[in-house]
């Protein structure tokens, strides 16, 4: 079988999706696309591709590209996944998919309309720590949830982003940073349904958004969450999560090389019963690797050259930004109950 050809648009978060298309024995990088025109030419001279150029377009008119990567900055990803669906490309799209409805529902329009397959960079749900918390979630081993939590904490005091696309108002950290958390607490629990939020702004004062937002989700099945989002937190990058069930709890965390487990049934899972009715906590291994995004895009191109059902679809995607929209909608309305919307 021969090699997809892939373009990449943007090389600032596109240096690591463009590795692993390298990486890919399915896949054979093409072209890149930035409008920086050194970072364009330092990376060119890394990977040599076919064709480097400032505008996009030109990959867009290629033969040999059937894959587009679009990891521009946020505010074009409406601008190039519509382009590249139009001109038959498959496309996977680095999060968050859009930051306001109007853009997610453009984008999930072109793909209705696409031959191609479309998957949003949801990278998360990729991670070895979150992958083994759904399974032993859908395995029943911690019984029925009934309150799901996860935390985007990263300090953007010195990644404000080329040309500052961080700082775009627009850009609330709870679509831009924060839809991981949202992401995987959906991905967990299934749609939000209402939220409400609150805000403060104490830490990056010259930012033009609140940097500390926490929410409160209600999900199907009488299940709570909570979102908390901080881009001014000093400390390390982390997205610990908890998911609460009515037979165990799992603690875990994408940057760490375990998840634990508290169980009353240890006999599930390989132990010995304990007399002591209180929980115990087992360490399970899963490797480590914080962004992994290499899993990410084997399974885009494993949906491209098998046409599996994609449960990444731009649906999704719109649903999780949806979802983001509510919470700071509450958030500005001091608290008050934002119904979410999860029909596109």
């Not at 600032?12 to 696309?33: E, H, K, W, Y």
């Not at 032993?136 to 029925?144: A, H, R, W």
Request: proline share 4%; charged share 25%.
């Amino acid at each position: 079988m021969d090699s997809a050809g892939v373009g990449i648009i943007g090389l600032g978060m596109g240096r690591s999706q463009l590795q692993a298309f390298r990486d890919n024995p399915l896949t054979r990088v093409v072209g890149i696309c930035d409008t920086d025109e050194a970072r364009l030419r330092d990376v060119a001279e890394q990977v040599h591709p076919d064709v480097a150029t400032v505008d996009y377009r030109d990959l867009m008119a290629r033969d040999d590209i059937s894959i587009i990567c679009v990891a521009s900055p946020d505010p074009r990803h409406r601008e190039h996944s519509v382009a590249a669906l139009e001109a038959g490309k498959h496309v996977f799209c680095e999060k968050p998919l859009a930051l306001d409805y109007a853009d997610c529902e453009a984008i999930v329009r072109a793909a209705d309309r696409a031959p191609g397959v479309f998957m949003i960079g949801q990278v998360c749900r990729f991670a070895p720590g979150f992958v083994a918390a759904k399974r032993l979630i859908e395995q029943g081993t911690i019984g029925d949830l009934f309150l799901v939590e996860s935390e985007y904490a990263h300090d953007y005091t010195h990644v404000g982003g080329t040309g500052g696309w961080r700082k775009d108002p627009k850009r609330h950290p709870v679509i831009g940073g924060g839809c991981h958390a949202v992401d995987l607490l959906r991905w967990m629990a299934g749609n939000a349904h209402e939220v409400c939020a609150f805000a403060n702004h104490k830490v990056l004062t010259d930012w033009p958004v609140d940097d500390c937002t926490v929410a409160i989700l209600r999900f199907g099945n009488d299940i709570i969450g909570r979102a908390m989002v901080s881009i001014g937190c000093k400390r390390d990058y982390t997205m610990r999560s908890c998911f609460y069930g009515t037979k165990g709890t799992i603690i875990c965390d994408n940057t760490s090389t375990h998840i634990t487990l508290h169980t009353q049934d240890t006999k599930r899972i390989g132990l010995p019963a304990l007399g002591d009715p209180q929980s115990v906590g087992v360490r399970i291994p899963v490797g480590s690797q914080a962004k992994p995004v290499a899993a990410e895009v084997d399974h885009f191109v494993h949906l491209v050259t098998t046409g599996a059902a994609n449960e990444m679809d731009a649906r999704e995607g719109a649903r999780t930004v949806a979802t983001c929209l509510a919470i700071v909608e509450s958030s500005r309305a001091g608290g008050r109950p934002a119904a979410v919307r999860n029909e596109f």
